[in-house]
């Protein structure tokens, strides 16, 4: 897929994905990525830093041949706009930038130059960030403990709040290190945990999620 690239890999792979589908064959290597992504989530929060950043860079890429899967009826209709001239596939690259031009549009770089769109829609998902990014200078202020990234039951621990506890499920925050966080599985499984705690009795009356 490499080396063939763009819009001539993502028509065989949807020649192959259909003629599966339509004899019901399990892609082994898939089918392994969409129930491996669980087991190795089981062991992220007890590495190390060093040995967390070393799975991002080596292991957390090939699960992105299994999490970028699209429907099929929609690579279809991609490889129709780009065939009949209506679409066109850029690199932005992972130094691209982007910037707004006086007369309303962007002005995008490139691996190939620059190119001046209309609009732009950003669609790449979230990005990992740390509590201490959260848009609450306020309450990050209050923050006992170093800003460490999330960890079960997800309560932030804060200095003179009197009355409740506070519990953070935000994805940018939970991406930090939960990186298969953003499935609807797993927001309801971390949510149950946080909920679990919230119901606890506490010395505090009441308690609030974020």
């Not at 923050?143 to 003179?160: H, K, N, R, Y």
């Given at each position: 897929r490499r080396e063939l690239g763009g819009l001539a890999a993502v028509k065989r792979d949807l020649v192959s994905a259909r003629e599966s589908l339509q004899q019901k064959q399990t892609i082994a290597h898939r089918y392994v990525l969409l129930r491996g992504h669980a087991v190795f989530d089981l062991m992220l929060r007890h590495l190390s830093e060093s040995e967390y950043a070393r799975f991002l860079e080596h292991l957390m890429p090939v699960f992105g041949d299994c999490y970028a899967a699209v429907p099929h009826l929609s690579l279809a209709r991609v490889i129709a706009m780009y065939d009949a001239g209506a679409l066109a596939l850029v690199a932005t690259g992972e130094d691209s930038a982007f910037a707004n031009d006086d007369d309303g549009s962007i002005i995008v770089e490139t691996e190939d130059g620059q190119i001046r769109v209309d609009h732009m829609i950003d669609a790449r998902g979230q990005s990992p960030a740390n509590i201490s990014e959260l848009a609450f200078p306020s309450l990050v202020g209050q923050?006992?403990?170093?800003?460490?990234?999330?960890?079960?039951?997800?309560?932030?621990?804060?200095?003179?709040l009197n009355n409740g506890r506070i519990f953070c499920l935000a994805i940018p925050q939970l991406l930090e290190r939960h990186p298969f966080s953003q499935g609807l599985v797993e927001c309801h499984e971390l949510a149950g945990i946080a909920v679990e705690h919230l119901m606890e009795p506490a010395e505090t009356e009441s308690s609030v999620s974020a």
């Open positions: 923050m006992t403990d170093d800003p460490a990234p999330l960890a079960s039951p997800f309560e932030i621990s804060m200095s003179g």
